[in-house]
Each structure stands twice: as structure tokens, then as C-alpha cells.
T-cell receptor, first 115, second 112 residues
Framework: ETGVTQTPRHLVMGMTNKKSLKCEQH?????MYWYKQSAKKPLELMFV???????ENNSVPSRFSPECPNSSHLFLHLHTLQPEDSALYLC??????????????FGPGTRLLVL | EDQVTQSPEALRLQEGESSSLNCSYT??????LFWYRQDPGKGPEFLFT???AGEEKEKERLKATLTKKESFLHITAPKPEDSATYLC?????????????FGKGTLLTVNP
């Protein structure tokens, strides 16, 4: 595997379900990101981890819970979601995350549908 | 608050018909401007980073330019495989060290 991978690629869940999204990066990067992409809206940054420590949390509802066990893996735990949470969830990584300008590399995304 | 506006929202070209996409921005001190390409059902793919006004970068049929207020992505003699959504994003001095502010994108369709 190369680059940034995400599983599952598609997910359908009910509002009472609990599920998790997984992201893995094979680039040796130290920073990882979760974005939400909704139709007709710009990408929205949700969370940022640098060296496994959360450094950004952009007013995301508590029904989204991130976890970063190591610098290669990132999870997004989902519970009691709403239909408006249906979107493409993208994971990205960058080299260092130490606070200077970096290129972010994206995974293919998980298409989530909440019924 | 940083703002990024991309135009047009959608653009249809014939194969070989050159054109430009626009990204205008309002930021508190630009650190860098990024261009990405996104194919349907996929994540954004990095194309270019521009750091200062007057800078230009090229890759195959694409050329990105930057001024103090906007960036252009010029597409020369496009092919159908250039069809995608092109995203612009900025990183500013006034914002988070990690945050990119994205535009909504331009959906480019190149007909054979």
C-alpha cells in the first residue's frame, strides 16, 4: 500500500449505530487530518493530530470522536449521527505538522450515508 | 476570516480549447496557495503550491500563477482526462498553523 488509505470506502448507518472510520498513511508523516466534504460546500477541517497529539478541533460535535494511536493511524469514531452528517470524510497527512507550511496528501475518502 | 472564491463554478471546454480557472482570496497574510485536482469519488490530488506574488509553476498542460489577490490555473489544449474538480486552498499567517481554507472548486468538463 502506498500513500493514504481509508476504510471503509462506503458506509451506511442508522442514527443509533456506532461505527468507526480508519485512515492509514504510508508516507512517514507526523501529522494527520480529518476533513468533511459536503455537496456544494468547501472542505471543512475537523481535527488535526501532530505526533499523536490533537492540535486542532474545529468546533466539531461530540458525536464525532477522533483517535490517533500512532503517527500512521487515525480513526474517527461515530455515534448517534444525524442525516446532515452524510458526506465524504477525507483523511490527509503531512510531513511534520510542526507549524510551518506543508503540503497535505489526501486519502480516497469514506462516503457516509446516515439514514 | 480567510475567504477563498473560485470561478466559474463549472466550465465546459472542447478538447484543445484553452482556458483559465480563477481563485480569488482574502487572507491576513498569505503563507501559501495550493491547487488540488479531485476526481469523482476520490480524494484531492496535490498539484501546486505558490508562495509569493509573481510565482508560476507548470505541470504538463497546467500552469498556475499568483498575484496579491488571486491565482489562475491555466489549462492549455486540455484533454478529456483533465476533466475533474479543481480546488484552491490558502494557508494564512493569521490562521492556524495547520488550517487550509478551501474554495468550493471549479468543475471542469472537457469534451472530446
Amino acid at each position: 500500500e502506498t500513500g493514504v488509505t481509508q476504510t471503509p470506502r462506503h458506509l451506511v448507518m442508522g442514527m443509533t449505530n456506532k461505527k468507526s472510520l480508519k485512515c492509514e498513511q504510508h508516507l512517514g508523516h507526523n501529522a494527520m487530518y480529518w476533513y468533511k466534504q459536503s455537496a456544494k460546500k468547501p472542505l471543512e477541517l475537523m481535527f488535526v493530530y501532530s505526533l499523536e497529539e490533537r492540535v486542532e478541533n474545529n468546533s466539531v460535535p461530540s458525536r464525532f470522536s477522533p483517535e490517533c494511536p500512532n503517527s500512521s493511524h487515525l480513526f474517527l469514531h461515530l455515534h448517534t449521527l444525524q442525516p446532515e452528517d452524510s458526506a465524504l470524510y477525507l483523511c490527509a497527512s503531512s510531513q511534520d505538522g510542526a507549524g510551518y507550511l506543508e503540503t497535505q496528501y489526501f486519502g480516497p475518502g469514506t462516503r457516509l450515508l446516515v439514514l | 476570516e480567510d475567504q477563498v472564491t473560485q470561478s466559474p463554478e463549472a466550465l465546459r471546454l472542447q478538447e484543445g480549447e484553452s482556458s483559465s480557472l480563477n481563485c480569488s482570496y482574502t487572507v491576513s497574510g498569505l503563507r501559501g496557495l495550493f491547487w488540488y485536482r479531485q476526481d469523482p469519488g476520490k480524494g484531492p490530488e496535490f498539484l501546486f503550491t505558490l508562495y509569493s506574488a509573481g510565482e508560476e509553476k507548470e505541470k504538463e498542460r497546467l500552469k498556475a500563477t499568483l498575484t496579491k489577490k488571486e491565482s489562475f490555473l491555466h489549462i492549455t489544449a486540455p484533454k478529456p482526462e483533465d476533466s475533474a474538480t479543481y480546488l484552491c486552498a490558502v494557508h494564512s499567517r493569521g490562521g492556524s498553523n495547520y488550517k487550509l481554507t478551501f474554495g468550493k472548486g471549479t468543475l471542469l468538463t472537457v469534451n472530446p
